[in-house]
């Protein structure tokens, strides 16, 4: 069929666009993904008319989809006390062989498969704890980027949650050089709007991929509700599961969960403290120049 010109381009209600894009996600999440020009066709868009909607909506490019929902299926395979072997999670998550499987393992679950399937055995993770402006603030990572940021007001609590989060990884205290990683993190605390430019290594199920994704793209200063993130990611139902996704996610302030509220603006519930939310919200506000209780008024 020929590619649909720009300027005929049905102007879709985002309900429709929503809708469009959910369809898509189901086709990406069968066993043998549609590739890019395949998948436009059967909405009736040009390829770079479906990339850029589907971009908008989930934050995330279709092809990083289609990886980001096999990166689910492996995870999920792989837990540990599943039964499945590595070679049933191999051809159960789609692939044909197993020299992709094994090149694409490391991005998608942070360290062999082997070693996930046995809850992160022989995989090192450095860690710090210090103290901020909210508290104690806890920093670890993996050969491949920040893995797990904590705040809280115990720091032998926050060492117990990331023992939880990895119980078979060797977990070692940093030496002078993640020191500065540490401290980077502590200045994202402070000035949130600088954004972290350090890599984050998280793994997660494809639909909370996509709500990471977009909370990434919130500027600082800025707040959505849980149904406009819903909508932005092409579920605009799910706003119970973006919130769920929120509460799920490993770094504070890198992942800026704390920007999403209830619909009339007030806060609820974080992980780290309602508190901690309120104070990181008031600060984005004033850094960025708003008028706090004009763009906040939720929290007074």
Same mark, same amino acid.
């Given at each position: 069929?020929?590619?649909?010109?720009?300027?005929?381009?049905?102007?879709?209600?985002?309900?429709?666009?929503?809708?469009?894009?959910?369809?898509?996600?189901?086709?990406?999440?069968?066993?043998?993904?549609?590739?890019?020009?395949?998948?436009?066709?059967?909405?009736?868009?040009?390829?770079?008319?479906?990339? &850029?909607?589907?971009?908008?909506?989930?934050?995330?490019?279709?092809?990083?989809?289609?990886?980001?929902?096999?990166?689910?299926?492996?995870?999920?395979?792989?837990?540990?006390?599943?039964?499945?072997?590595?070679?049933?999670?191999?051809?159960? #998550?789609?692939?044909?062989?197993? #020299?992709?499987?094994?090149?694409?393992?490391?991005?998608?679950?942070?360290?062999?498969?082997?070693?996930?399937?046995?809850?992160?055995?022989?995989?090192?993770?450095?860690?710090?704890?210090?103290?901020?402006?909210?508290?104690?603030?806890?920093?670890?990572?993996?050969?491949?980027?920040?893995?797990?940021?904590?705040?809280?007001?115990?720091?032998?609590?926050?060492?117990?949650?990331?023992?939880?989060?990895?119980?078979?990884?060797?977990?070692?205290?940093?030496?002078?050089?993640?020191?500065?990683?540490?401290? &980077?993190?502590?200045?994202?605390?402070?000035?949130?709007?600088?954004?972290?430019?350090?890599?984050?290594?998280?793994?997660?199920?494809?639909?909370?991929?996509?709500?990471?994704?977009?909370?990434?793209?919130?500027?600082?200063?800025?707040?959505? #509700?849980?149904?406009?993130?819903?909508?932005?990611?092409?579920?605009?139902?799910?706003?119970?599961?973006?919130?769920?996704?929120?509460?799920?996610?490993?770094?504070?302030?890198?992942?800026?969960?704390?920007?999403?509220?209830?619909?009339?603006?007030?806060?609820?519930?974080?992980?780290?403290?309602?508190?901690?939310?309120?104070?990181?919200?008031?600060?984005?506000?004033?850094?960025?120049?708003?008028?706090?209780?004009?763009?906040?008024?939720?929290?007074?």
């Amino acid at each position: 069929m020929s590619a649909i010109r720009p300027a005929t381009v049905p102007s879709a209600a985002a309900s429709d666009t929503a809708a469009l894009v959910a369809r898509c996600c189901r086709w990406l999440e069968g066993e043998v993904p549609p590739a890019l020009p395949a998948l436009a066709q059967r909405v009736g868009l040009s390829p770079w008319q479906l990339h &850029r909607l589907f971009k908008q909506a989930t934050g995330l490019t279709p092809k990083a989809y289609a990886k980001a929902y096999r990166t689910q299926a492996v995870q999920a395979a792989l837990q540990p006390g599943q039964s499945s072997s590595v070679t049933d999670a191999l051809y159960g #998550s789609g692939y044909a062989a197993s #020299s992709s499987f094994y090149k694409d393992a490391p991005r998608m679950l942070g360290m062999a498969p082997g070693a996930f399937r046995a809850g992160g055995a022989r995989q090192t993770i450095r860690f710090a704890v210090g103290e901020c402006s909210l508290g104690s603030l806890l920093v670890a990572a993996t050969e491949r980027g920040v893995c797990c940021v904590q705040l809280g007001n115990d720091a032998e609590a926050l060492v117990r949650v990331l023992q939880d989060r990895f119980p078979q990884a060797e977990l070692v205290g940093g030496d002078a050089a993640f020191e500065a990683t540490m401290a &980077r993190v502590a200045a994202l605390v402070e000035r949130p709007a600088q954004g972290l430019d350090l890599p984050l290594d998280v793994q997660g199920t494809a639909f909370q991929q996509r709500v990471w994704q977009a909370l990434r793209a919130i500027p600082a200063g800025d707040t959505v #509700s849980y149904t406009e993130l819903a909508r932005r990611i092409g579920q605009p139902t799910a706003s119970r599961a973006v919130a769920g996704a929120c509460a799920a996610n490993p770094v504070a302030v890198a992942i800026p969960c704390h920007r999403v509220v209830r619909n009339d603006g007030s806060i609820s519930g974080y992980r780290w403290g309602v508190e901690r939310k309120r104070a990181l919200l008031l600060r984005e506000a004033a850094q960025a120049g708003h008028d706090v209780r004009v763009a906040l008024p939720g929290l007074f």
